[in-house]
């Protein structure tokens, strides 16, 4: 275990705790071309039921971000989902609330690439194509929240065209109940605490 690991497992015995995200943003202000589908898949809309029955734990595991105000997007190849991504808006997206959103703002909750197709370039693709349907649907700008370490995730993002809106940290400590959170946007500045939509 590295170090920074040892000090943060006795932190953590200690009752301290952290969660530090980026916050990643993409304006849907215009059209932007639609990359082509490889051989072999297909995009489709997905409901909770058809992601629960997935053969692949990974997919199924999250099939509970589906329901109302959420939209799911797959990538299939023949019947079996190997790229799936979660989107909320109206209350489900003010349930989210880790930022201040806008009337037309969708949130991209849940990515997920099946391990054995990993590193193809679906992540990357399935942003892009459900970023134009979003469009399509008349939503205005999607945010996600991404682990700051998870580096294949923030450079999807990045593929994909997203920008870094800000980052969110709360900090949970033996003292207090609540952890105290902080929201600091892209330039440094603080975002009054409350969000939702
Ligand atoms: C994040 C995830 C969805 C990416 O799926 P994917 O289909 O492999 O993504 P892509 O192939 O489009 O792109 C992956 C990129 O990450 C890069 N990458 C992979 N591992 C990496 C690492 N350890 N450090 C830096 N970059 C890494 C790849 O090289 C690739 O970038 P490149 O095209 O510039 O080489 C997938 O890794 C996954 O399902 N992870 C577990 C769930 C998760 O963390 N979801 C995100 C929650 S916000």
Redesign the pocket.
């Known amino acids: 275990m590295s170090v920074a690991g040892a000090l943060l497992g006795r932190a953590r015995k200690a009752g301290f705790d952290y969660r530090c995200f980026r916050v990643m943003r993409l304006a849907l202000d215009r059209a932007s071309p639609v990359p082509a589908l490889p051989d072999g898949l297909r995009l489709a809309e997905v409901d909770e039921r058809t992601v629960a029955e997935s053969g692949d734990e ?1 997919i199924r595991e999250s099939a509970w971000y589906g329901g109302r105000d959420a939209s799911g997007y797959a990538l299939l190849r023949t019947s079996r989902i190997v ?1 799936l991504q979660w989107l909320w808006f109206g209350e489900r997206l003010r349930r989210a609330g880790f930022w201040r959103f806008a009337d037309g703002d969708a949130v991209s909750m ?4 099946v391990p054995d ?9 399935i942003k892009r194509l459900t970023a134009e349907r979003m469009r399509e649907r008349g939503f205005a700008a999607l945010y ?1 929240r ?2 700051w370490t ?4 923030l ?2 993002s990045e ?1 994909a065209g997203w920008q870094r809106a800000g980052t969110t940290l709360s900090v949970v400590t033996p003292w207090r109940e609540a952890p105290f959170e902080w929201r600091f946007a892209r330039r440094g500045r603080p975002v009054a605490p409350g969000g939702g939509a």
Do not use: D, F, M, Y
Not at 110 to 113: D, I, Y
Not at 117 to 125: N, P, S
């Open positions: 990974e790229c849940h990515l997920v690439t197709e990993r590193g193809r370039g679906h992540a990357t693709l996600s991404i682990w998870n580096a294949p995730s450079r999807v593929k």
